[in-house]
């Protein structure tokens, strides 16, 4: 086996008539297809994992910004966290209780695809 892991972390936005440039206007950031992607690097205050940060990045973009997202036309209960990860030889995950209670509260769905490389 040969290859180098990775991770990739993002917010699909899901519902009927999603006004994309207004989301991108209203959060200043550029959607990637209907997705919202995680910055790979993030300045860090906490003693955790850096997927964390991810996921709480996300989460924070999404609670501050949620009746805009709604009023967008996003369907928060459709729409998922996705954490795609191309690993090589084992892969092992857990998460923050605290995270998964925000994502709960705004109803995503969390969504995890492994491919070994």
């Known amino acids: 086996m040969s290859g180098k892991s990775n991770m990739q ?10 006004d994309l440039p207004q989301i991108e206007e209203a959060l200043h950031i550029r959607l990637n297809g209907g997705c919202i992607d995680a910055p790979k690097e993030l300045p860090t205050n906490r003693n955790c994992p850096i997927f964390y940060e991810q996921i709480a990045w996300l989460l924070d973009l999404a609670e501050k910004n ?5 009023g967008s036309g996003v369907d928060l209960s459709r729409s998922q966290i996705w954490l ?34």
């Open 9 to 18: 972390f993002r917010l699909s936005l899901n519902g009927e008539n999603i």
């Open 66 to 70: 949620r009746e805009t997202l709604i």
């Open 84 to 117: 795609n990860y191309a690993y090589c030889k084992q892969c092992n995950m857990e998460f923050d209780a605290a995270l998964l209670e925000r994502m709960g509260k705004l109803g995503l769905k969390l969504c995890i695809s492994c491919e070994e490389v």
